[in-house]
């Protein structure tokens, strides 16, 4: 049964970790089955790599977005064999808008694994190791940031990327931009200031040519009318024609993560509770700061997993 005030909401890349899904795995055997399904499109066995291998191994982009997408996908293939509610409306954070997608019926489950295994690998292609960087700025407002990062530029690229609750926003770019931008917003007076560990500019000008590399197997794919629709990190609004929402993931690469905006859309829409379907409580948490009067539940092991079965 649909409920018009739930949101499902899918975690992005920083949300992995070893042993992740371990407790949930035994009680829903829909979870490896899932993760079978995603290694034979990969050709090595992701649920191993995700039990028995190295935290470092599941941080390399290419293997992350996979990793990410299947644990989602299968939450979200248990919830539905367990009867929960079906929600109104779904988003994902930037590579987590894919888990979406294959959520709300656009794109099949194995072209999407595939689609992000290239968009992991053609991101970290696009722009040498060691060039690009990102960082989080806390405790300053969006426009003082934009303001710093245009000033931080000299003719190279940095920029906000994710704005993803007030206070709280990602900068990229060229790494010799991104830590004049650091110390401008130390200077303007920010909380915090600090470098992630990440080692590409993600959703900067600077990934077009990632854009371009994985629009050329995003044309291959097909895209269907969503049976649920999706607020896009893009605009922050929903669509329902298969060959704009194609269009709106490769711009995605290039372009910021409005995730305020797309929460704030979700309350628009009449939703007061959202689940997190994947590993981690990243999302749960921005989403109370971006408004606390949502109900957000998390998924990931067996207790939050039936709370939110129980409070959705």
């Not at 245009?150 to 940095?158: L, P």
């Not at 990934?207 to 605009?235: C, S, Y």
Request: glycine residues 8%.
């Amino acid at each position: 049964m649909q409920k018009d005030n739930l949101a499902f909401v899918f975690p992005g890349q920083g949300s992995q970790k070893i042993g992740m899904l371990a407790e949930l795995a035994p009680r829903f055997p829909l979870i490896e089955a899932t993760f079978s399904q995603a290694s034979e499109v990969l050709g090595y066995d992701l649920w191993d790599m995700v039990q028995n291998g190295r935290q470092e191994d599941i941080n390399l982009t290419e293997r992350t977005q996979p990793i990410l997408l299947t644990s989602s996908v299968a939450l979200w293939r248990v919830w539905k064999e367990q009867a929960g509610a079906d929600p109104a409306v779904m988003a994902g954070h930037s590579l987590g808008e894919w888990s979406a997608l294959v959520s709300a019926g656009i794109v099949d489950f194995a072209d999407a694994v595939n689609l992000v295994r290239l968009r992991g690998a053609y991101m970290q292609e696009a722009v040498p190791a060691g060039l690009g960087a990102m960082a989080a700025i806390i405790g300053l407002d969006d426009n003082t940031i934009i303001s710093v990062c245009e000033q931080a530029a000299q003719g190279e690229v940095v920029a906000p990327v994710n704005f993803n609750s007030p206070g709280q926003v990602v900068i990229a770019g060229h790494a010799v931009a991104v830590d004049r931008a650091i110390e401008g917003c130390k200077a303007a007076g920010a909380k915090r200031a600090m470098p992630l560990p990440v080692s590409a500019p993600f959703h900067t000008s600077l990934m077009r040519p990632a854009a371009d590399r994985l629009a050329q197997h995003i044309q291959t794919v097909e895209f269907r009318a969503p049976t649920v629709p999706v607020v896009h990190n893009v605009n922050a609004s929903t669509e329902s024609d298969p060959g704009v929402i194609r269009n709106l993931m490769i711009e995605q690469i290039y372009s910021p993560v409005l995730w305020v905006d797309c929460v704030n859309t979700l309350v628009k829409m009449g939703v007061d509770t959202v689940v997190e379907c994947g590993p981690g409580k990243v999302l749960s948490g921005l989403v109370k700061r971006i408004n606390r009067n949502i109900n957000a539940l998390a998924t990931e092991d067996s207790a939050s997993f039936d709370g939110a079965m129980a409070n959705s």
